[in-house]
């Protein structure tokens, strides 16, 4: 009796997903909050369920296009609102169900409109030498604004700075500077959208703080035969902050001394006589009437036609 033995080779068959595939995801037109997608889909053996559409987490929708070319037109978005999209199809396959083919991405922005102004601008701190402006985002078209200009000027003098993202209360923060003390700044903001247009600008004037100035210099003696002028150099530093000079002057050997208010770099000495020896003294005093340092010397007074005797 011969015994037959049959070998049986099982096979499991594993479907294959064959997926068709998007190409030419693109933008083709925007408008006012506004923005029309448009792609091509190459078939494969699953059939097309749909496909989704996402921006973010606030803009997701399903699109149902059977179509060899499909579009779709996204109304209602605010100004240059938009970003990179992502378009995924979804098909179907009898054993596996319903899948995610690959994703096509595409950037694209509504229509770019011209940002309304800074919103909630106010200067912060104010020092001799830096002034802090503060802002939030326009109210009108706030995704257009592509950036914003602070500036302050005097006397066609510019100075600007760019912006720069804050983490307290306000969402923009600038400190301006270095400039100059104990003066007042036409200072403006304003925003700018991606094509380079401006929205009106706000406009404040700002005075910056004191800071003591430097002892005036080159004290020198300006003299004809009846008037005796003392002249000397503002001081090297901060001399924005002079509001007016005391001027003081002592005859050597006594108590005589004689002071008087200079708002000028110069004062005519009529009490002063030919040959005689002063101390004097030149302070610079603030508008709130801190005192710097004094310019301290020591003059004769002498002229070409009156020889003095020495001391």
Known sequence: MKLLVFLVAVFTVCTTLSPGHIENFEQTDSGYGSILLEWDFIEGDDPLVKYTLVLHEDLSLDIYCPESHCSAPLNDLDACEGGQFELTPYFDNPENGTYAGDVATTVANAA???PGPPADFV?????GRFIEFMWNDPVVNPKCAAGYVVSCYINMKRISEDSHRAAEDYEYDVLLGPIDPCTTYICYTLSFGFSGEESDAIIVNVTTGELIPSAPTNLS??????????????PTDNKQCVDFYRLCSTLVGTQDTVCQTVKDTLA???FMETCDTYDVSVTPVTPSGVEGPA???TVTITTDTVTCSPL
């Open 295 to 297: 310019l301290n010397q």
């Open 268 to 270: 005519e000495m009529t």
């Open 123 to 127: 200067v912060g701190n104010i020092t």
């Open 112 to 114: 770019d409109e011209v």
């Open 221 to 234: 003696v300006v003299q004809n035969d009846t008037v005796v002028t003392l002249v000397w150099d503002p």
